[in-house]
Nanobody, 126 residues
Framework: QVQLVESGGGLVQAGGSLRLSCAAS????????MGWYRQAPGKQRELVAT???????NYADSVKGRFTISRDGAKNTVYLQMNSLKPEDTGVYYC????????????????????WGQGTLVTVSS
């Protein structure tokens, strides 16, 4: 079974840093794109940063220069280094993977178009 497991959220003071991790479990053949989204209380989920297998990276304007997304293809893991955190960065951060190609012990291969992690809470105090 393919899942995304996130870690690294927590409480931090404004100006501090946190690093989020998201690992895809299962027998993964490849993943086209991975990224991070967040949802603040009372707001819609929004894109934070994405990275593709080809190396294309995209950031929301609000995090450019402060956040860095990186990916370890061998580990099927994506990271989000968050520096200079602001109270407005508070929210639940969700990992997303687009087009996960996988196989299983029976030899079946398939593709999952979009997979989400369970979310990890980031709270930035002023």
């Amino acid at each position: 079974q393919v899942q995304l497991v996130e870690s690294g959220g927590g409480l931090v003071q404004a100006g501090g840093s946190l690093r989020l991790s998201c690992a895809a479990s299962g027998i993964i053949l490849s993943i086209d794109a991975m990224g991070w989204y967040r949802q603040a209380p009372g707001k819609q989920r929004e894109l934070v940063a994405t990275t593709t297998s080809g190396g294309n990276i995209n950031y929301a304007d609000s995090v450019k220069g402060r956040f860095t997304i990186s990916r370890d293809g061998a580990k099927n893991t994506v990271y989000l280094q968050m520096n200079s955190l602001k109270p407005e960065d508070t929210g639940v951060y969700y990992c997303n993977a687009d087009s996960i190609y996988y196989t299983d012990m029976r030899g079946y291969s398939g593709r999952l178009l979009e997979v989400w992690g369970q979310g990890t809470l980031v709270t930035v105090s002023s």
